[in-house]
Nanobody
Framework: QVQLVESGGGLVQPGGSLRLSCVAS????????MFWYRQAPGKQRELVAS???????NYVDSVKGRFTISRDNAKNTVYLQMNSLKPDDTAVYYC?????WGKGTLVTVSS
């Protein structure tokens, strides 16, 4: 079956960086658009970034210039490089192909 497994979350100070990874199995990874979503405490899940099969990317305005989504089709992996992190970025981050979801990885930005 399809599995998406996120990793790379943790506690980071404001202004710091983290790199999230999401490894897919049981799917033809290269055929799908991949997405990173996040859900902050008490808030709805929101789309953070997406990347097409060909590498075209899109971002929510609040992370433009700070986050970078990328993919390695040979490794069935999608990444989210997060720089200049802010407390408002605190959330559980999920990857998805819109059919399946990972269990998420927690990012906490706090001093």
């Amino acid at each position: 079956q399809v599995q998406l497994v996120e990793s790379g979350g943790g506690l980071v100070q404001p202004g710091g960086s983290l790199r999230l990874s999401c490894v897919a199995s049981g799917t033809i990874f290269s055929a799908y658009v991949m997405f990173w979503y996040r859900q902050a405490p008490g808030k709805q899940r929101e789309l953070v970034a997406s990347i097409t099969r060909g590498g075209t990317t899109n971002y929510v305005d609040s992370v433009k210039g700070r986050f970078t989504i990328s993919r390695d089709n040979a490794k069935n992996t999608v990444y989210l490089q997060m720089n200049s992190l802010k407390p408002d970025d605190t959330a559980v981050y999920y990857c998805s192909d819109m059919n399946y979801w990972g269990k998420g990885t927690l990012v906490t930005v706090s001093s």
